[in-house]
């Protein structure tokens, strides 16, 4: 998920980040939300809205860029916590009212937690996403007049907004419960292990794998953003924490500086459709497709390994037109170093995963036993010297980094709330479905394609997340009702959702990898969109060989199925890159997509 880290969440300044008050602020969120896991079933107009009340200090007030913003932000703030107590402590009497609104306070109320959802994501991410939620809030309000099959009967304003604000739809819907009960948890999961040294772990373990071979500090890039992108999900977040020590190492090597910021670029970019995190995405797939899991992830590793190995024969076709150094082995680290720092991301991680398959736990309750584990390491640096104030210091840095995270992921998800909550209410998802099977011709080839473009401009300027629960409520019925298997449906939405990040004209992972290393934007795309062609290609892949994510069920027919797009793949990467006579290039493009689409 993008939105992490972006232009629009810059923090305050390193004095006022590890102010007391945020900090305990972070661990009232770290409490509360690893509480509900282990103290039972809460309401849903309990916890919601606290989770609600929980991010508005930090999007209104913490990532305030102006006084007057920190003005409005402390009223907007008090208030909207106030209307969010007023849900949790009313949740019985409105829980008897199933959507209706029945008094003057709470039409005020509802529409004002309607617009600070709409400010607060907003303040997050800018106006893209609140301007696609105010269109269709006022398609909701309005769309009685809107003429011919895309307009609705209407709605009663009172109905409406009870809907999406006193009931278990709108805000405080399935999605704003997965925000609650388990992308929370793995935010806070991630935030503990950057604290500590889990993120130097991963940069030792792929400087041992790959710092020798050619190209060995881009593919350095590469696995570390694989490993890195996997707890934290963000594609601008994996850019500026791993491209702080590797885009350096490449230009020092002498590498293009296009290229080493388009390999950091479409490296991070994978972080969000590697598991177990997926930029949240698997947790929001868990919910819409009644999928487990475990099922989702088993799924998500086939595609994801073959995206970060067409990135890797890239690397190696990109070697033929540049001088593609390793790493001397002066800036590799020893075994000893390796495996100390790796046992900071790998003991969390095994008991995780052992917890999930091995112990039949959800996801969520693993990671909540794997974050005390993590917070356990805290006590030790990188040398294992056990320290107390080490451990306080690491431990409210975490407190603090998940306590923004969970903010900026949970007013996302509130806003992207709206969009689905008016979309179920007026039937306009139905609708839109009914104009891609016509433009289509009930044929799932140019239903796969709208549903890409459509995909790609959403994509544009709204988080992954977003744009994916975005189009597959309005696309996904088409493609299922075409024969496309729901879990599949879901998976190529989702990947075409995270297109933008390395896609002119806006590509957010390249603005900032272009930033840092002092390079054209553009001309980094360009490299980016080279290096990342499976981005492209694998979720059509997918769809035309679907055994690929049957890993779970159908091992043998996956394996194959994935090594056949492997090779094809390759054949493409190595002929869009590489050095040699064009009718050459073109022969290994065209071998490519026959291997994997038809056969």
């Given amino acids: 998920m993008r939105a992490f880290t972006s232009s629009h969440t810059a923090a305050p300044a390193d004095d006022d980040a590890i102010a007391p008050g945020w900090i305990a602020l972070g661990a009232a969120s770290v409490v509360f939300h690893l509480g509900l896991i282990f103290y039972g079933l809460t309401p849903a107009l309990v916890s919601r809205p606290l989770h609600m009340a929980l991010l508005l200090p930090w999007i209104l007030v913490y990532m305030a860029k102006t006084p007057a913003q920190r003005i409005s932000g402390w009223l907007l703030t008090v208030l909207g916590i106030a209307a969010c107590g007023y849900i949790a402590v009313n949740e019985s009497a409105l829980a008897d009212q199933y959507g209706f609104i029945d008094s003057h306070l709470q039409m005020a109320i509802g529409l004002f937690l309607i617009a600070l959802a709409l400010e607060a994501a907003r303040r997050a991410i800018g106006w893209p996403l609140p301007l696609v939620a105010l269109l269709a809030l006022m398609y909701g309000a309005f769309g009685q007049y809107i003429p011919g099959a895309f307009g609705h009967p209407g709605l009663p304003l009172p109905s409406m907004v009870g809907t999406l604000t006193i009931a278990e739809g ?31 772990g991963f940069m030792n373990l792929a400087s041992a794998v790959a710092g020798r071979l050619t190209g060995g500090a881009a593919k350095v890039a590469v696995i570390s953003s694989a ?21 350096p190492s490449m230009v020092r090597l002498r590498y293009p500086r296009s290229l080493a910021g388009a390999v950091e670029a479409v490296a991070s970019s994978g972080g969000q459709i590697m598991p177990p995190l997926m930029g949240a995405g698997a947790f929001v797939m ?7 899991y475990t099922q989702i992830m088993a799924a998500a590793m086939l595609p994801a390994v073959l995206y970060f190995l067409t990135v890797w024969i890239g690397i190696n076709a990109y070697a033929t037109r540049h001088d593609l150094k390793p790493m001397a082995e002066s800036e590799r680290p020893g075994t000893k170093e390796v495996l100390i720092t790796s046992l ?51 431990l409210s840095e975490a407190a603090v980094t998940a306590g923004r995270q969970i903010a900026v992921i949970g007013a996302i998800i509130l806003c992207a709330s709206l969009v689905v909550g008016v979309l179920s209410l007026t039937g306009l998802g139905v609708k839109i479905t009914s104009g891609i099977l016509s433009l289509s011709n009930d044929m799932l080839w140019p239903a796969l394609l709208l549903t890409a473009l459509a995909c790609l401009i959403l994509g544009m300027e709204v988080p992954t997340t977003a744009a994916y629960v975005i189009c597959v409520s309005v696309a996904g019925p088409a493609l299922i009702s075409l024969g496309l298997e729901p879990l599949l449906a879901h998976l190529f939405v989702f990947w075409y959702a995270l297109l933008s990040t390395i896609t002119p004209p806006v590509c957010g992972g390249v603005f900032i990898a272009a930033g840092m290393v002092g390079e054209n934007w ?61 009718w050459q290039r073109g022969a290994l493009i065209a071998a490519g997509g026959m291997l994997i689409f038809g056969f």
């Avoid at 704003?176 to 935030?191: K, L, N, R, W, Y």
């Fill in 170 to 200: 709108g805000l405080w819907g399935s999605l704003t419960g997965v925000s609650v009960g388990v992308v929370a948890i793995f935010v806070i999961f991630g935030a503990v292990l950057n604290a500590g040294e889990a993120g130097q």
């Fill in 227 to 247: 490993l890195m992108g996997s707890i934290s999900g963000s594609a601008s977040a994996n850019v500026a924490s791993t491209g702080a020590i590797t885009i």
């Fill in 286 to 292: 868990v919910e819409l497709t009644g999928t487990p």
């Fill in 344 to 394: 900071f991301f790998a003991i969390p991680f095994v008991l995780l995963l052992e917890r999930i398959f091995n112990g039949g736990y959800t996801p969520q309750y693993a990671a909540s036993i794997a974050i005390f584990a993590g917070m356990a390491l805290l006590c030790f640096d990188v040398a294992l010297r056990f320290s107390l104030s080490g451990f306080a210091r690491r």
């Fill in 522 to 582: 553009l001309k980094v795309a360009f490299k980016a969109m080279a290096l990342g062609i499976g981005l492209y290609i694998i979720p059509l892949a997918m769809v035309a060989n679907p055994d690929m994510i049957q890993l779970a069920v159908n091992p043998s027919g996956a394996l194959f199925d994935a090594l056949k797009v492997a090779m094809g793949l390759g054949a493409i990467s190595f002929g869009v890159i590489a050095r040699k006579a064009l």
